[in-house]
């Protein structure tokens, strides 16, 4: 009898000491697939602790200390006293960077370094968004815990709002949803811009009542600090293991709240090393930060509809961060010879009182946008070809100049450009306008790639497969990591970054509810990218 009690405590010792040995190694609650992994069995842990929980409950009594050194306890970091705090420290920062936590799941710790020191070098403050694996928290007990790391810093448990418009929501989405913003716009509708816990970088604008105020409504998710591991032992989770792992990104969110109503945000990623760039500045897990050359894809440019505001921020954003090339599309906009006007006699009497019915004129102008996106850049200007960059051609091929009394001589001559197959919108601007440096101009061509560390920079976006109208899962079906434009609304999915637009957000065809926005996207030698949105003019805040 003695030694049946003797190894019936020693088979205790034994599951207890494993407990403590797993969480070390997992930084999580252990499951019972994991003490399989040491012949210790679901039935032998019922027989002498009831069940997981309890033996949780046991650990948790007698070993709190060792626990507290292996794990970040929810009791530690969702308490009333770290929360206190965080409400305390919000009112002390202007920035912030959002990233998720992933239950049970290890930090990449250089990635973690790097954040730290960004933090501290900027004047920012580090905010951990919460999201569990559901299928691989199932058999575990019903508690948050993570990487011992991440212990001292502030987890958001709660909803906070950074300003009027901004919050960062306490919604728990699941770490392996496919589009983590499913469902969630009419929150947006109501309130303002959330921020939603995710290790995916997702990012949608809704659209909003003309009355209410622009670049406010935005639905977002930061990527995450922990590593993509969301293997389990059962079946039918494969695949969305899979699908999950594949679109975790090591990556946050920059948040700077400018006052109580304007904010502006952009988005992060970690290379393997634990760096990542932010507004042309690599940072690294040392602390040490180097400058770096940058690409810059504009929203759509309009030539004519272009905003003055959003000018004069490019202009200072241009001088501040050192942009080699600059993509651009729907350069031309083709106003002065819009189809829509030809037989609206009132519209084509409107256009030429207000001096927009000349295409002589606006192709002049369009050269001087030209010089100036040329004077500002040091490498190349790429056009890429959009449906407005072919107004013209069409206009020329359905011969609509016949009806067009302002434009007919002009249009005779180029006429012969669209016969020879030659670029139309190119020799228009040559023999229209006063491009300074024309060697310095790529002209793409549809379907004319055009990539930058395997992402395509070359595409609309106007166009899907088979003849289809463009819509990001196409296009991201057709070209993977991607950025392109034309729907005038800035978005994210997945690999897919969609750029919005530097014309007037109200343009005369623009009626009801919009999701516009000033947006443009950086993106760098490494394939990182960053969507830059300019609100008022502005795209970030000055210390």
């Not at 007919?408 to 040559?430: C, I, M, P, R, T």
Request: charged share 25%.
């Amino acid at each position: 009898m003695e030694n049946m009690n003797e190894d019936v405590s020693t088979k205790k010792e034994e599951i207890r000491a494993k407990y403590i040995e797993i969480t070390k190694e997992k930084c999580r609650l252990p499951t019972y697939a994991d003490f399989l992994d040491w012949n210790i069995t679901r039935d032998m842990i019922k027989h002498h602790f009831g069940n997981l929980t309890k033996l949780h409950d046991v650990i948790e009594a007698e070993h709190s200390d060792i626990l507290a050194a292996n794990i970040a306890h929810e009791s530690i970091v969702f308490s009333k006293k770290k929360i206190e705090q965080l409400k305390g420290d919000l009112k002390n920062y202007k920035r912030f960077v959002v990233t998720t936590a992933v239950t049970g799941k290890k930090v990449f710790e250089p990635f973690y370094r790097t954040l730290k020191s960004y933090c501290e070098q900027n004047d920012a403050l580090l905010l951990l968004l919460p999201s569990a694996d559901i299928a691989s928290t199932s058999t575990v007990i019903k508690k948050w815990v993570f990487d011992p790391l991440l212990i001292e810093d502030f987890f958001v448990h709660e909803e906070v709002q950074l300003n009027s418009k901004l919050f960062i929501s306490n919604i728990k989405i699941s770490a392996k949803q496919i589009d983590p913003t499913t469902g969630l716009s009419r929150i947006g509708q109501r309130n303002g811009s959330y921020i939603f816990a995710s290790p995916k970088q997702f990012l949608e604008f809704v659209a909003t009542s003309p009355s209410k105020e622009k670049n406010s409504m935005a639905l977002m998710t930061p990527g995450a600090v922990t590593v993509p591991d969301y293997s389990n032992q059962r079946y039918l989770s494969d695949r969305t293991s899979y699908i999950a792992e594949s679109d975790h990104v090591l990556g946050a969110i920059v948040v700077e709240i400018e006052n109580e109503k304007m904010f502006h945000f952009r988005q992060i990623q970690s290379n393997s090393k634990g760096e990542f760039i932010d507004l042309a500045n690599r940072y690294r897990p040392d602390g040490t930060v180097s400058k770096e050359d940058a690409h810059f894809v504009a929203g759509d440019w309009h030539s004519g509809q272009t905003d003055e505001t959003v000018l004069k921020g490019l202009d200072k954003f241009l001088s501040e961060v050192n942009v080699r090339d600059f993509f651009v599309g729907d350069f031309f906009d083709g106003y002065s010879i819009s189809h829509h006007h030809i037989d609206v006699p009132l519209k084509r009497v409107k256009k030429i009182k207000e001096g927009k019915h000349s295409l002589s004129n606006e192709l002049y102008r369009g050269s001087m946008d030209i010089n100036w996106i040329l004077e500002r850049v040091e490498g190349s200007l790429v056009m890429i070809k959009g449906n407005h960059d072919e107004v013209l051609e069409k206009y020329l091929m359905n011969a609509n100049y016949i009806r067009d009394d302002n434009n007919h001589y002009d249009s005779l001559e180029l006429a012969k450009f669209y016969l020879e197959g030659k670029n139309v919108l190119k020799e228009a601007y040559d023999i229209h306008g006063e491009i300074h440096e024309p060697e310095r101009i790529i002209w793409l061509e549809r379907d004319e790639e055009f990539k930058i560390a395997q992402v395509e920079c070359g595409q609309h976006g106007d166009k899907g497969s088979n003849g289809s109208k463009g819509s990001l899962l196409s296009i991201e079906k057709a070209y993977g990591n991607c950025i392109v434009g034309h729907t005038h609304s800035a978005a994210i999915l997945r690999g897919v970054y969609r750029v919005g637009t530097f014309t007037e957000l109200k343009l005369e065809y623009v009626t009801g509810p919009s999701s516009w926005t000033h947006t443009g996207c950086l993106i760098y030698d490494d394939g990182s990218r960053q969507l830059i949105n300019f609100v008022n003019g502005e795209y970030k805040i000055y210390d």
